[in-house]
């Protein structure tokens, strides 16, 4: 299993910063994709934005420009630089993790794993 232990989040005023950082342990062969997802209060869970292992990343277009996702490979992290917040970027923040693990019988399967999430209010 893969385990995730998110961090970083708070309370922020309007234009500030914020780093959210991922740590992803376990057993683990190999991540591919690694990103995060928000959740508002009475809203669905919506793609912030996601880094594959080659590179490329993803955003939502609410938050382009003012995030940057960012990864550590060889310490299986993943950070989000969140800056210029906005009261609707309140929510929140999930760990999102694509792995491949130790499967039966000496198999390898692919996992999909989120983390508890993490608050990040933006409020004056």
């Known amino acids: 299993q893969v385990q995730l232990v998110e961090s970083g989040g708070g309370l922020v005023q309007p234009g500030e910063s914020l780093r959210l950082s991922c740590a992803a342990s376990?057993?683990?062969?190999?991540?591919?994709?690694m990103g995060w997802y928000r959740q508002a209060p009475g809203n669905q869970r919506d793609l912030v934005a996601t880094?594959?292992?080659?590179?490329?990343?993803n955003y939502a277009d609410s938050v382009k420009g003012r995030f940057t996702i960012s990864r550590d490979t060889a310490k299986n992290m993943v950070y989000l630089q969140m800056d210029n917040l906005k009261p609707e970027d309140t929510a929140v923040y999930c760990c999102?993790?694509?792995?491949?693990?130790?499967?039966?019988?000496?198999?390898?399967?692919?996992?999909?794993?989120w983390g508890q999430g993490t608050q990040v209010t933006v409020s004056s």
């Open positions: 999102y993790v694509e792995a491949e693990i130790p499967g039966p019988r000496g198999t390898k399967v692919d996992t999909v794993t």
């Open positions: 880094i594959s292992d080659s590179g490329p990343t």
């Open positions: 376990g057993s683990i062969f190999s991540i591919y994709t």
